[in-house]
């Protein structure tokens, strides 16, 4: 089981650019594709963002593709998400999540894929 943290979050006005952290102990991240989900006030959680355990495959929701750009360091067990020209609909709360190298790479969008999740940062984009 990985313990996952987020922070980085805040506020920030539009067009401005934040980026936020995901902080795994308890395993090797590197075991691990990271997910990045947000849920917006009285919306679903929705995908954001995938990344594979080597780095070397990314995925990105439409609305974000182009804006945002998700990224890891083995090393420091640590995945960013990099967000820029943002919107005031990117106003969410922001979750890392993990999915076991051994189940494979596939339907990363899919919450049901991800084992492990963190607690969330708040993103709040002013207009």
């Known amino acids: 089981q990985v313990k996952l943290v987020e922070s980085g979050g805040g506020l920030v006005q539009a067009g401005g650019s934040l980026k936020v952290a995901c902080a795994a102990s308890g395993d090797t991240l590197s075991d691990y594709a990271v997910g990045w989900f947000r849920q917006a006030p009285g919306k679903e959680r929705e995908f954001v963002a995938a990344i594979s355990w080597s780095g070397g495959t990314r995925n990105y929701a439409d609305s974000v593709k182009g804006r945002f750009t998700i990224s890891r360091d083995n090393v420091e067990n640590l995945g960013y998400l990099e967000m820029s020209s943002l919107k005031p609909e990117d106003t969410a709360v922001y979750y890392c999540?993990?999915?076991?190298?051994?189940?494979?790479?596939?339907?990363?969008?899919?919450?049901?894929?991800?084992?492990?999740w963190g607690r969330g940062t708040q993103v709040t984009v002013s207009s």
């Open positions: 999540a993990t999915k076991a190298r051994i189940r494979g790479w596939g339907f990363m969008s899919r919450e049901t894929e991800y084992d492990d």
